[in-house]
C-alpha cells in the first residue's frame, strides 16, 4: 500500500481555448502523484487520472497508481478553483469498485462472438469506479496470442466502453 499522507499541491487548471469552464489538468496531478509515490515508496508507479473533471473546489475523484500488478486508487479533491487539490492514497475498502471480473467476461464473450475463439481475459483487480478513468484489460487466445482492450469508464455506476488496440 502506498503512503496515506494527504499532500496539497498548486496545481493549474487547464481548458481548451474557448471553452466555458476549465478541468483539471489530470496530467499534472498524474506526475504529482507519480513523484510522492517515489518519493515516499521508492517504487516508480504509473498514474492515471480522469480527463475532463471540472475545476470546482471540493470536487472529488479517484485516480490509480499502478507498480505490477499491485493498484492503488487514490481520493483527490480539489481544495480551491485554482486547481490546487489534495489526495490520500486509499484502501479497496474505502473505494467504489468496479466489477473487473465481469468486464474480462463480457470482453471475453465478445471475443467469442466475434472471433469464435474462447480467450483469457485479465482485467486489473482494485479500480475504482470513476468516470473518466481508463485503463487495459489483455486478452490471451490458446495460441498464446495477447491482445490488450482500452477500457475507459463513461459514468461513476461501472458503464465502460472498451476497444482492442
Do not use: W
Request: with cysteine; proline share 4%.
Amino acid at each position: 500500500m502506498f503512503a496515506a499522507a494527504t499532500i496539497a499541491l498548486a496545481l493549474s487548471g487547464c481548458g481548451s481555448s474557448g471553452a466555458p469552464s476549465k478541468t483539471v489538468n489530470s496530467a499534472r496531478v498524474s506526475s504529482a502523484i507519480a513523484a510522492t509515490v517515489r518519493s515516499k515508496r521508492s517504487v516508480h508507479a504509473s498514474v492515471s487520472c480522469p480527463s475532463g473533471v471540472p475545476l470546482k473546489q471540493g470536487t472529488q475523484f479517484f485516480c490509480i497508481a499502478q507498480t505490477g500488478a499491485h493498484i492503488t486508487a487514490f481520493h483527490v479533491t480539489e481544495t480551491n478553483e485554482s486547481g490546487h487539490v489534495s489526495f490520500v492514497g486509499v484502501s479497496r475498502k474505502s473505494t467504489p469498485l468496479l466489477a473487473t471480473t465481469a468486464l474480462a467476461k463480457a470482453i471475453g464473450a465478445s471475443i467469442l462472438r466475434s472471433r469464435h475463439v474462447e480467450a483469457t481475459v485479465r482485467c486489473p483487480n482494485g479500480m475504482p469506479r470513476q468516470r473518466g478513468l481508463s485503463f487495459v484489460c489483455s486478452a490471451t487466445d490458446p495460441a498464446g496470442k495477447k491482445t490488450l482492450f482500452e477500457v475507459h469508464q463513461l459514468d461513476s455506476s461501472g458503464h465502460v466502453n472498451y476497444r482492442g488496440l
